[in-house]
């Protein structure tokens, strides 16, 4: 009994380890003091944005390309007539902070609406002030369901620019049936992580609706190594593709040890995999995988942005953060000038009726019920000689 | 599909029972489970991943090297964790005690200096693949499994064989009356973990390449402590045997009943087996092992 005991505490301590490397938050520089006019000529619009912190690579380039875009704007006369001006502040990524600064944006600055902010957890957090406030709030790449829909209740006054997370499992069946002719489909995916199990869930709808068969379903739990034997039992009925909506680290293993098994179809996955880490970790065997992605510097409808970024700052724009921001403006405009009025309530009535609006990086038709952009074209890319390369970019039909 | 399942469980089992060797051997003499094992595995991926991508050296000499580095270690960690408290006849609950003391410090070690980074080994071996009837199994598991065959072989046959092999066999029997006999007690521990500690370096390489190397290597060691405890602690075959099983169930249970409960089977099946044998299926007898 003994033995059993040490091996349980042995157990213990190492699960303890495991959980014990949280991150430490970087005390954020103030973002630049709110200004003072009482102009009524101008309309002003908040941008909540991470410009410090883990996030301020995304955060500073989508802060540049929003000044440099509303300018643009302004200088084609703003909103009938009347200038934009961008109120921004810094959020850290952190969700108390991003309350503060939503409450400072309506309370001091009165903004008419908000942008922001990248993150699921962050953009939920400051509802909790724009939805009583009745403020429009557009967030640029809070890709988690519950961002504008809360226990099946949409919030009324809570938008996105960017697709929801399962989307991309709606693109990869349907790119992988029209595109690849691909007519059986295996799916392995980590029941440990939301995102991965409504990405697997959606993927076998959507590919079983265009006609093809699931094989096979096979589930891990986060940081699993060996995946062998589930990969055994997929690769029996010879799958055309494997998709395995999961971060990069187990994504790259699993195809490493496939790819060890003699499977020889094609891979496909979601935006999780667009880290480089995933070259270097999966070797030869992530060739020629494809994934589902937000935006892609060789997107060819925004060449002409990415031009002016580059003049403008010297550098590339950090994607997507920057021109799903700039979707967002172009969204809140078109809103606000339909509305004929800086009411939020009319704002996000008028947000609700946007149909077949040329953004930035397609069309964009919002659905009343979600407050999801629908059929918001994807990405797709594709691993290439140690590249991430672009193939297309696809509209789920 | 049967035998696709058993070749993976081997190969699998193969890992688990390298490793499990290293926590038998240690305990057959010390009576203790030296839960720093596993953090001389993930220093022994490291060091064959910098040895054949920083020095650009071969494969063997990658193998050789990482096996040194675990030898090397392995003692050092003797001298300088266990040692004092060997002079001191301490209980083994406190050899346990500084083994995990030991294993968190270099992980920790491992944190501050390398990072959390994952390193992912070249591809030495080439991604090539060797069908049997109809199931397959890569080239770089059958050359692990093969190796650590002749490893284990090899240390049977050196407990077996040679006169060192006698001391380290008189001194799991009983080290008192070994030391009245003329054996050197010090040199004996230390060869028992430069031994286990080449397996440990061994394990790494051959986990670092299937997988990766990171700090946190240590949960798959867990498992090989499974396996070792079912085996019978401080038996060698029991080892073995104790992996081999553990493997191909976890690889049954997957395959044939969930890959999300694997975990619990494996657990199970460790308690079922000290309940009906509490020394494990190979184990001996004794008072007082923790």
Not at chain 1, 98 to 122: H, L, T, Y
Not at chain 1, 368 to 383: G, R
Request: hydrophobic fraction near 45%; include cysteine; proline fraction near 4%.
């Amino acid at each position: 009994m003994k033995r059993l005991l040490a091996a349980a505490m042995v157990l213990c301590l190492l699960g303890f380890q495991l959980c014990g490397c949280g991150g430490g938050q970087k005390p954020g520089s103030e973002a630049k003091t709110p200004e003072e006019p009482k102009d009524p000529e101008v309309i002003k619009i908040g941008h909540a944005v991470a410009l410090t912190g883990d996030a301020s690579i995304w955060g500073q380039s989508e802060s540049n390309a929003l000044k440099m875009w509303v300018n643009k704007v302004n200088d084609q006369g703003g909103i009938d007539g009347k200038k934009i001006q961008l109120v921004t502040y810094d959020t850290r990524a952190d969700s108390v902070e991003a309350v503060n600064v939503a409450k400072r944006m309506i309370e001091q600055d009165k903004v008419v609406a908000i942008i922001g902010a990248a993150q699921s957890g962050v953009t939920i957090a400051m509802t909790a002030v724009t939805e009583p406030a009745k403020i429009p709030l557009i967030s640029t790449t809070a890709t988690n369901p519950e961002v504008t829909v809360k226990d099946g209740v949409v919030r009324p006054h809570t938008f996105r620019v960017c697709f929801i997370d399962p989307f991309q499992g709606t693109v990869a069946a349907q790119f992988a049936s029209t595109k690849l002719g691909a007519k059986t489909a295996a799916v392995l995916y980590d029941v440990g992580s939301d995102y991965s199990s409504w990405l697997a869930q959606y993927f076998i709808e959507a590919f079983e609706k265009m006609g093809g068969t699931v094989l096979g379903k096979e589930a891990f739990r986060t940081g699993e190594l060996d995946y062998r034997a589930m990969l055994g039992k997929l690769k029996e009925g010879k799958p055309d593709v494997v998709f395995i909506p999961t971060a990069q680290k187990e994504a790259a293993l699993a195809m490493k040890q496939a790819r060890d098994l003699g499977y020889e179809g094609k891979f496909l996955g979601g935006d999780n995999w667009g880290s480089p880490d995933i070259i270097e970790l999966g070797g030869s065997a992530v060739e020629g995988g494809y994934f589902v992605n937000l935006a892609s510097l060789e997107d060819p409808d925004i060449q002409d942005f990415i031009a002016e970024y580059r003049a403008e700052y010297g550098s590339d724009p950090v994607l997507p953060n920057p021109v799903m921001a700039i979707d967002a403006l172009i969204v809140l405009v078109e809103a606000i000038k339909k509305a004929g009025s800086t009411d939020g309530g009319a704002i996000a009535k008028a947000i609700e009726e946007i149909k077949d609006l040329e953004a930035l990086t397609g069309k964009i038709t919002y659905d009343p019920a979600t407050h999801n952009p629908l059929n918001k074209p994807a990405i797709i890319q594709q691993i290439k000689d140690g590249q991430f390369i672009y193939v297309e970019k696809y509209v789920t039909s | 599909m049967l035998l696709q399942t058993a070749i993976t469980g081997l190969a699998i089992g193969g890992i688990y029972a390298l490793m499990a060797v290293g926590y038998s051997l240690v305990f057959s003499v010390l009576n203790f489970s030296n839960f720093a094992h596993g953090s001389v595995i993930m220093l022994g991926a490291y060091a064959g991943y910098f040895i054949l991508t920083k020095a650009g050296a071969s494969f063997p000499v990658a193998l050789a090297g990482s096996m040194v580095a675990g030898a090397v270690l392995g003692i050092t960690n003797e001298r300088l964790a266990y040692r004092p408290l060997r002079v001191r006849n301490a209980r083994p609950l406190y050899f346990m005690i500084s083994a995990m003391g030991v294993a968190i410090f270099l992980e920790n070690l491992v944190y501050a200096t390398l990072g959390a980074h994952f390193y992912s080994y070249p591809e030495v071996l080439g991604r090539s693949i060797v069908r049997i009837g109809g199931a397959s199994i890569g080239i770089l598991d059958l050359f692990a499994l093969a190796f650590s065959s002749v490893a284990i072989t090899g240390l049977h046959l050196f407990l077996h064989r040679t006169k060192s092999g006698l001391a380290i066999r008189a001194c799991s029997f009983d080290m008192t009356v070994a030391s009245v006999f003329g054996v050197r007690i010090d040199r004996t521990v230390g060869l028992v973990f430069g031994l286990a500690g080449a397996l440990a370096g061994l394990s790494g390489i051959f986990l670092g390449m299937k997988y990766m190397a990171y700090p946190t290597m240590g949960w798959i060691t867990n498992k090989a402590y499974v396996a070792a405890v079912i085996g019978g602690l401080g038996s060698l075959p029991g080892a073995v045997i104790g992996g081999i099983v553990l493997g191909l169930l976890e690889t049954f249970v997957s395959v044939y009943v969930s890959s999300i409960i694997r975990d619990v089977f494996s657990f199970s099946a460790l308690v079922l087996v000290l309940l009906a044998m509490p020394n494990g299926l190979m184990g001996k007898y004794v008072e007082e092992k923790i």
